[in-house]
């Protein structure tokens, strides 16, 4: 195959996967909650992400089971779906002609070929409304980027711990975290100095997004957005790990007993109004953490907000015991599912025994039609 072809394959294979991800987390979701684990916030966070390096490694998923199939290890798996339901019609599972099915079979490969060719209009619209979509979140990105520098830049230093740098800034309402190549910036509005409480949850719950990694995966999403622009699985995803992202922290923040969660709630709450008169530079800056956001659209709908949900799990917070051992039992399943994802949704091989066998299928078929014909056109009986 072409470069073009192949990087076009892993295009569709990781929008593919990402909604079968979807999926699958809903499930387990609804699973869990059902059974009592609806707090299991730490869990949940590790399961998303553990999901989403799985579609990152695809591809490496994908070249292990070739070359397991290539040495003998697996010769007789078949796990492809386009095997598999060739298979199922060689054996009369399906009634459908052999024209028609072979072009059901090569649908993708007809998809992948018009849109490279651009032939069609369907083709064009769907190149078009991609890169379209790819400068627009390009560009919001790289302005995004510049808000945040310079709402960093213009904060004054503080203190510093190890790479953590504390600035303050008299621009901002709301405290962030955000990160550089080296170092860890928490950025703190200028007034929280003379509130000793919004201080000691401002960065206890800052630190806590640090020490797991938080930032990096809102740095990971956000350079992926534009090229999953158009993919609304992949918008569904980013807000579930978001949702998560603050449960968690505000769960492992309270379950250390330095701070009450009255005090707690009392700064959710007292944060969120200064944020509703918050500028717009700093609403699209990204990538960065904040303690918290307004979450306007939700009241407007008349649906329970982010921040009430917030609030109520810290007020209905649940200690559980056995938080790894329950992340390993649902995780081996969930990628086992996500691997087997991988492969079955790959374009199968050129040619095997039961692709030869269609194709003499077709060709009879054709030929039959051919000698049905008479010399003036008509059909014989």
């Avoid at 790819?134 to 945040?148: E, N």
């Amino acid at each position: 195959m072409m470069a073009g072809e192949v990087l076009l394959d892993a295009f569709i294979n990781a929008n593919i996967l990402i909604c079968v991800a979807l999926a699958l987390w809903f499930a387990l979701r609804g699973v869990m909650w059902g059974v009592g684990l609806k707090h299991a916030y730490s869990t949940q966070i590790r399961l998303l992400n553990t999901v989403f390096l799985t579609v990152l490694s695809a591809p490496l998923i994908v070249a292990g089971f070739n070359a397991l199939q290539k040495s003998g290890v697996t010769p007789a798996v078949k796990v492809n779906l386009s095997d598999i339901a060739l298979s199922y019609y060689l054996k009369g599972g399906i009634a459908m002609k052999a024209t028609d099915f072979e072009g059901l079979m090569q649908l993708r490969d007809t998809f992948l070929l018009n849109i490279l060719a651009g032939a069609g209009l369907v083709s064009k619209v769907l190149i078009a409304a991609f890169f379209v979509g790819l400068i627009i979140g390009l560009t919001r990105l790289v302005y995004s980027m510049f808000c945040l520098w310079r709402i960093v830049s213009g904060s004054y230093h503080w203190r510093e711990i190890g790479r953590v740098k504390l600035r303050l800034s008299d621009r901002t309402l709301v405290p962030f975290s955000t990160r550089g190549l080296w170092s860890y910036y928490v950025v703190i509005p200028s007034h929280m100095l003379g509130q000793s409480d919004e201080m000691r949850v401002t960065l206890a719950h800052e630190f806590q997004h640090i020490r797991h990694g938080d930032l990096e995966w809102e740095i990971v999403l956000e350079a992926l957005k534009p090229l999953f622009f158009l993919n609304p699985a992949y918008h569904a995803w980013k807000r579930q790990v978001e949702a998560l992202r603050e449960f968690n922290c505000d769960s492992q923040v309270l379950s250390k007993g330095r701070i009450n969660a009255k005090v707690y709630c009392d700064t959710l709450l007292s944060i969120c109004q200064k944020t509703l008169r918050r500028d717009r530079s700093f609403v699209i800056a990204v990538p960065k953490v904040t303690l918290v956001t307004a979450d306007r659209s939700s009241l407007i709908k008349g649906k329970r907000s982010f921040l009430e949900r917030r609030i109520l799990s810290v007020l209905n917070l649940k200690r559980l015991p056995y938080e790894r051992l329950l992340f390993a039992a649902l995780a081996v399943p969930l990628f086992t599912a996500m691997a087997l994802t991988s492969v079955a949704i790959q374009r199968p091989g050129d040619w095997s025994h039961d692709r030869l066998m269609l194709s003499t299928v077709v060709n009879l078929e054709r030929l039959d039609e051919i000698n049905r014909l008479s010399t003036f056109g008509r059909i014989r009986n």
